[in-house]
């Protein structure tokens, strides 16, 4: 599985959109990027994924660069509740890997 | 929650004691695992099942084994706890694609 790198910590203003980066150079074809974040020490929450395709969801967008080395998850208006660690994750698809979390980049949303 | 519990949700136990935690999932998922999650580290996995009796390790599984009896129910075995088995445990489900869905948690500490 690709190593994922991200930044250790991140603020962001209520209301404003939250760009969470995500470096993933060594990603192989087949392999996913998945994004997960867990608040406080709940158990860690699916978010969206992707593999070279922009995917929007209902509570994110997840944009992958052409080369797909890396990637930007996108809350387009940040709340208070999406305080988090937030993981970025690459998998191959149709293997039931575990996922490796590295240590993820803490998101606070600023009143 | 792709209808996950975990139980206990928080133990208590002594060095050298067995414990068995719980991990039970209500929609029929063949894919099960089990993480650990500690300060400074992203969830490992310690073991994970696809299907009954079918179990594999996974990177930090000395001094846990596992069950699966029966489909809906994936269980850790401490054999005999330690200090460094404190933690807090997450059960986890495989649903569509590679996509995981986590459990609430259990917190252990070891005395």
């Known amino acids: 599985d690709a190593k994922t790198t991200q930044p250790p910590s991140m603020d962001c203003a209520e209301g404003r959109a939250a760009n969470l980066p995500c470096n993933h150079s060594?990603?192989?074809?087949?392999?996913?990027v998945y994004w997960y974040r867990q608040i406080h020490s709940q158990g860690p929450q699916y978010i969206i994924h992707?593999?070279?395709n922009n995917e929007t969801n209902e509570m994110a967008s997840l944009i992958i660069t052409e080369d797909r080395k890396s990637s930007t998850l996108i809350l387009p208006h940040a709340t208070l509740r999406d305080t988090a660690v937030y993981y970025c994750?690459?998998?191959?698809?149709?293997?039931?890997?575990?996922?490796?979390f590295g240590t993820g980049t803490s998101l606070t949303v600023i009143p | 929650d792709a209808g996950i519990t975990q139980s206990p949700r928080h133990k208590v136990t002594e060095t050298g004691t067995p414990v068995t935690l719980r991990c039970h999932q209500t929609?029929?998922?063949?894919?099960m695992y089990w993480y650990r999650q500690d300060p400074g580290h992203g969830l490992r996995l310690i073991h994970y099942?696809?299907?009954?009796?079918?179990?594999d390790k996974g990177e930090v599984s000395d001094g846990y084994s596992v069950s699966r009896s029966k489909t809906e129910d994936f269980l850790l075995t401490l054999e005999s706890a330690t200090s460094s088995q404190t933690s807090v445990y997450f059960c986890?489900?495989?649903?569509?694609?590679?996509?995981?869905?986590f459990g609430p948690g259990t917190r252990l500490l070891v005395l």
């Open positions: 060594t990603i192989s074809g087949n392999e996913y």
């Open positions: 986890a489900i495989k649903g569509q694609g590679e996509t995981q869905y």
């Open positions: 929609e029929n998922h063949r894919y």
């Open positions: 994750i690459a998998t191959p698809s149709n293997t039931g890997n575990q996922f490796y």
């Open positions: 099942s696809y299907g009954v009796k079918d179990t």
């Open positions: 992707g593999l070279k």
